[in-house]
């Protein structure tokens, strides 16, 4: 059996009773207790012999939905029945098994998927680095001395390394979508909306961050995403998944005309890189920024500051637990709490001029490409990093900069694999498309997939 097989294919295995489930849930616990060590990318396994006997029930139960019989980690900002979710904070870290799933945890399951535990994340999934006081740091396979980025990098190192076939994730500042490209697999942020979150709380105003797919394969994260998305009555805001329009004309972003500062190498990579697009019949040219990058990232910072805010603010009201928070979470809900209701306003229409210069731009353009980071991945020991090719950063979020600009308006991005540097570190690629086109990214991605002859490469640690 190869753990590295396409979900697809695992699934159709286990579906005409080829492989059993029972079988695969063995094989999956030997790679984990294999790997697992010194990655650090799952958290909070069930027990092996009660995962196993799970399995044993879905054979027993005969065919079920498109996830029948895969087991499956659910990011630990997510609540799985039976699994307790920490979030990587010590003020939730004692907690017990979590009561309920959540919605989209509740449709993965039903469509058969068999959950073992959590994926790491960095503390409330703030920030690109995924370490915590609770469960500590998960590693770059590629490079164990390296981080794997976040918020999903739990998710995306599990991929990576075998131990799933597939990954849920979220995405607020790419946090599907650097991890991704740091790992040599695939991350989509999909159009806000497609994927519902939870229907708590204010449920209009937030349109920042949203659940999404992963996988090691474009037809993979499209597999999974047919099971998350779809309309949830209690919310508003729902968005189609629409026509698959396959993106051929494409445009060249890059460091947003030297904007974002770029480590020595990212960007002769990437631009190397986007001649296979070339090589699969898509036309690809340079794109002067359709907007200053500096309005984007004013629009962004209030707007995420606030929506943080609206999250911690119910822990920070208790000193005890304000006291465990991490710095860049008091520091990010401290601007949030300080805004007016008028500077949430002119943030929310610098947002909009830059959604109406996305969709002038896409009259052009079927889609647009950037690098998923500015840097390689870093040194797993440092918090964040501090400057990039001699530029300080001056918050812990700016070296992500990069991943704003889909964030922002909503619009779906899905990260491929670029190949890997002189160091042998992976580098990813976003395509960036107009809102709703989540499926012609992922039709382009899965040519790039089958064309590209770094995707099926795989970490020695995972050998």
């Known amino acids: 059996m190869d753990l590295f097989e396409d979900a697809h294919s695992l699934a159709t295995q286990v579906a005409s009773g080829a492989l059993k489930a029972a079988d695969l849930m063995d094989a999956t616990y030997d790679q984990i207790e294999r790997v697992n060590g010194p990655v650090n990318a799952l958290v909070s396994l ?226 190397h890189a986007l001649l296979l697009f070339e090589a699969l019949g898509c036309s690809i040219e340079p794109v002067a920024p359709p907007m200053p990058a500096g309005d984007l990232w004013d629009a962004w910072t209030v707007l995420r500051s606030w929506q943080v805010a609206t999250s911690l603010a119910p822990v920070m009201a208790g000193p005890a637990a304000r006291a465990q928070l991490p710095v860049q979470a008091l520091w990010e809900a401290e601007r949030g709490l300080s805004y007016s209701a008028m500077d949430v306003h002119k943030a929310s229409v610098l947002r909009s001029k830059w959604f109406a210069a996305a969709a002038k731009m896409f009259e052009r353009f079927d889609a647009v490409v950037m690098p998923t980071a500015q840097m390689w991945p870093f040194d797993v020991t440092i918090d964040w990093p501090h400057e990039i090719a001699g530029r300080a950063m001056d918050s812990y979020h700016r070296w992500m900069e990069v991943v704003v600009p889909a964030s922002l308006a909503g619009l779906p991005a899905l990260s491929v694999p670029a190949g890997f540097g002189v160091q042998g570190l992976p580098m990813g690629l976003q395509i960036i498309g107009p809102r709703g086109n989540d499926l012609g990214l992922l039709s382009l991605g899965q040519r790039w997939h089958e064309a590209a002859d770094w995707t099926l490469r795989r970490p020695a640690c995972a050998s």
């Open 46 to 271: 069930l027990p092996r012999s009660e995962a196993v006997q799970r399995a044993h029930a879905a054979d027993a139960a005969g065919q079920g939905g498109p996830l029948h019989g895969l087991p499956l980690a659910v990011k630990d900002l997510v609540n799985a029945e039976g699994i307790p979710t920490s979030m990587g904070s010590p003020i939730f870290s004692h907690r017990g098994a979590m009561p309920t799933d959540d919605v989209m945890v509740a449709r993965m399951r039903a469509a058969g998927a068999i959950v073992i535990g959590k994926s790491n994340v960095p503390q409330f999934g703030l920030g690109s680095h995924s370490v915590n006081p609770v469960h500590g740091a998960t590693r770059n396979p590629w490079d164990l001395s390296r981080t794997a980025g976040g918020s999903s990098g739990g998710a995306a190192v599990a991929l990576a390394t075998g131990m799933v076939a597939l990954a849920d994730g979220s995405d607020m500042m790419g946090s599907l979508r650097n991890p991704a490209g740091w790992t040599n697999t695939y991350g989509l942020r999909p159009s806000w909306g497609v994927v519902p979150s939870e229907p708590l709380g204010d449920t209009f105003l937030h349109q920042l961050a949203t659940l999404g797919p992963m996988g090691r394969s474009p037809a993979d994260v499209e597999m999974l995403l047919r099971v998350q998305a779809g309309p949830d009555r209690r919310q508003p805001h729902w968005q189609p998944l629409g026509q698959r329009v396959a993106p051929a004309r494409l445009g060249w972003l890059g460091d947003w005309g030297g904007a974002y500062a770029m480590e020595a190498g990212v960007l002769s990579h990437c631009e």
